[in-house]
């Protein structure tokens, strides 16, 4: 079979896969898009919400928060959870600013972050597997350690600046930038997140339903028992999933980094929520067992356009948080109500 | 294969949780194309015992002979390699994956070397689950809302489907009802016919004995005695259960015998 015939197939059957949670997230947020396009066309008079500007601004603002919700799948897919990822990229920021600052060279400002997020995430497999914490607990203790080694290796807490040009490229760089695609029509004014995000999404999703990774990860999450009794090893299925989350919160601080043009140590404060809602909101189970990529980033969307719109409506930004809340628990009740009817 | 060589013998078995002795010094064995029963009350250590041969604990101490050679069993995937799978009561399969996610589960057939080859999953289990007589309606239906005997011929569909030779079924029927029972029974006697040897395990005497060529009884972690079902009753066996006394003609282990 050729690769033409083969994608199309892929996404095929990525929709079949989902079920009436995720169809109403993406009918929400369907929903929710001709609301806003249609309010802000009578408020400002002119479409400023689905325009190419705002599209790809919501999409890039998305990719910080979507990266890690890949991730956050994964581990919520094994029942477990990850409330260190926060804290976590504001580490691998800063390394990456240090190491900016400090003229290091690209590569290592880019792949020591990266293994710092592998390396977190390993060590959390581990406390939780071997040492039988709570990943709850466990992950707390990333949440607040980590955040006090990001001041630390701060100055004072004042962000750390001094970023090459070159670095630029990852956070603010647009696919017009690479020699070769200058010249062609939209495909220029994409911007590099919005490619990383897509990239971490495809790898993600396809790893999620068509390698046997992904399928095991499924099973521990139905039925750790019974996984392990089928010959799979569960801890090492464990390990690996706080392994991803811990690089796509890597991936997502050399992005900020990048894109804030400096490393902060305040930076993914309370982020870790946000990851988790979109989890949520995309239909994955917090006991395990049943979601996917495709639905988390479906949240993530979904709560990336609430925020945007009210922000183009110049709601009160305090009512934002409200706003998201209710949409969160108005998830987690759906999924209530759902187990509640499969059982 | 000697007519004499088990297909499985257990040697003199020891394992303790804890100061629990769960079970101590048992041996019994398994011969092909036959059902061994394996009864007691509940705690008797029978959960325990199978679970050294499935790979789930290791053994204190003891030995395990397949086929006359002794073998090493540290994990389920090891168990597999030797031709033995479990049918478990209850945890057995993951409720939130289909019939042939749950069939293939830990060996999946893969397309290219790296990508699950689904289509290829779906026909196979269909193959296998008509073999069993199983007619589901889509066999895409995540396992938790089929029943318990739909449910219990997946987890037979399982074993078959990889060529066990050594099969254990940990109460098998318990879950089921009387309609369902009796065809988890012609199951087993379809099994042995094909020369599989069973371990058929239950706190219930009822269950089993029928179904069994020999029944070996375990009280409190020991083995009272291993008896052919031809040459006793069902009283006979229940005393063996409840007093831990064995009948006059009681047999010992039949390899122990040559
Ligand atoms: N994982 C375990 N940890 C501690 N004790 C156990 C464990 N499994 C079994 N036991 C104990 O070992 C004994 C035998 O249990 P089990 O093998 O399950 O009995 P049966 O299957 O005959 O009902 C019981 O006293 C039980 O409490
Ligand atoms: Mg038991």
Redesign the pocket.
Known sequence: MSKLTTQPMLLGRSLARLDWRQYLTLFIFLGLCVVFHFLTLWKLGRPAFISQVNVINVIRQVSIVGIMAVGMTYVIMVAEIDLGVGSLLAVCGMIAALLQRADAGLLASILLPLLVGVATGLFVGLLVTYGRIPSFVATLGVLASYRGIALLISNRGQPVTGIDPSFRFIGAGVLGDVPGLASIPFIKVIPIPIVIFAVVIAVGAIVFQRYPFGRHVAAVGGNATAARLSGINVRAIKLAVFAISGICAAISALILTSRLNMGSPLSGTTMELDVIAAVVVGGTSLYGGRGSVLGSILGAMLIGVLSNGLNLMAVNPHWQPVVKGVVIATAVLLDQLGRRHEE | MAENTPLVEMRNIYKS?GG?H?VEDVTIDLFAGEVVGLV?H???????LIKMLSGAYTADSGKIFIDGREVTINNPRDARKYGIETIYQTLALADNLDAPANIFLGRELMRSGYLLNDDAMEAASREVLDRLRLNLPSVKEKVVNLSGGQRQAVAIGRAIYFNAKILIMDEPTAALGPEETAQVGELIHQLKKEGLGIFLIS?DLHDVFDLSDRVSV?KN?ALVGTVHTADVTKDDVLAMIIAGKLPEVATTPKSAQA
Do not use: I, Q
């Open positions: 949780f629990v769960a007691g509940n705690g008797a250590g029978k959960s325990t706190h375990l972690g």
